[in-house]
Every structure is written in C-alpha cells, then in structure tokens.
Nanobody, 119 residues
Framework: QVQLVESGGGLVQAGGSLRLSCAAS????????VGWFRQAPGKEREFVTA????????YYADSVKGRFAISRDNAKNTVYLQMNSLKPEDTALYYC????????????WGQGTQVTVSS
C-alpha cells in the first residue's frame, strides 16, 4: 500500500505562484509513477502532469506546459508541483496519485488540496 498526502494549496491572485507537495509513505519503493490531477467544480477530473519515480520521463497537459513543473525528492519521498503564472481557470482541487509498474491506472490517491486563483 502507498499513502499520499498533499499540501500547499491556497488562495493566490492571477499571475501568482504556488508549490504543492505530495508526501508518499508505505511501499514507496514500489512506485512507478506519480501524477497530479485536478478537478474543478462541475467538471471531470483531468490530468495535469506526471513523472516516473526514477525521473526518466515527465509529461504535461498542454494547458500547463511552460507554467507548471513537476519534480521529486526521493530522499523525502515527496513530489512537488511548482505552479507559476496561475490563471483563474487553474482553480481546482488538486490530487496526487501513484501507480505501480504492473498497473495501467493510478491506484493510490491523496485527499486533495484546494487551489483558488482570483482574478
């Protein structure tokens, strides 16, 4: 089992920045990839970005390319999401998720952290 806890959300003005953290515990050695997802009110959850635990690749949704950056600190078992040039449409509940090598989908999810961007 893998447990994930997000933190770092808050209220920020448009154009501002926030850094989200995702702390993993449990069987972290078995993690293959960690991703960030978000869900705005009345909308479906959408993919934001992901990386492999080994750091071999990262991937971003077009809507956040050039503004968001995902990174990891393996020693702390933590994945970060640096969000710059925030827009009101980035307002959502942000979740981190993890998947193991044999899984095709993300099986472990955190509770989410709210990001609100005011115009």
């Amino acid at each position: 089992q893998v447990q994930l806890v997000e933190s770092g959300g808050g209220l920020v003005q448009a154009g501002g920045s926030l850094r989200l953290s995702c702390a993993a515990s449990g069987r972290t050695f078995s993690i293959y990839a960690v991703g960030w997802f978000r869900q705005a009110p009345g909308k479906e959850r959408e993919f934001v970005t992901a990386l492999t635990w080994s750091g071999t690749w990262t991937y971003y949704a077009d809507s956040v390319k050039g503004r968001f950056a995902i990174s990891r600190d393996n020693a702390k078992n933590t994945v970060y999401l640096q969000m710059n040039s925030l827009k009101p449409e980035d307002t959502a509940l942000y979740y981190c998720a993890a998947r193991l090598p044999h899984q095709s989908e993300y099986a472990y999810w955190g509770q989410g952290t709210q990001v609100t961007v005011s115009s």
